[in-house]
């Protein structure tokens, strides 16, 4: 892999990202699931680095774009709420009572 870990430092973007790794991706799917995306490649990143600590630069960056690609195809299969990837997903509303909450004496 002619990329380096100090470019990779570097991106922001998903966009960046897969054209680092030089991954084919659904535009419309970044675009919907953008922060979504980068949330769970973050987390597989994790994952990669918690499991491989002792793997080279050049075969951690092929993980990471493994990573990259499992990211973005998790989202063309499923939704952000699915996910739950962001706290406002997990957090119960306050002063709501959800349909289940109710019951009939």
């Known amino acids: 892999m002619t990329n380096n870990i100090n470019e990779f430092k570097k991106l922001v973007d998903a966009e960046e990202f897969f054209n680092f790794f030089n991954l084919p991706y659904d535009k419309e799917n970044v675009n919907v699931h953008r922060l979504h995306i980068l949330k769970k490649f973050s987390q597989y990143m994790a994952e990669v680095d918690e499991h491989f600590p002792d793997l080279s630069t050049e075969d951690r960056l092929h993980q990471?774009?493994?990573?990259?690609?499992?990211?973005?195809?998790?989202f063309l299969e499923s939704t952000a709420y699915e996910q739950k990837l962001f706290k406002v997903f997990n957090?119960?509303?306050?002063?709501?009572?959800?349909?289940?909450?109710?019951t009939s004496d």
């Open 64 to 74: 990471y774009s493994l990573a990259l690609q499992k990211a973005h195809d998790v």
């Open 91 to 102: 957090d119960k509303p306050k002063n709501v009572v959800t349909l289940t909450e109710i």
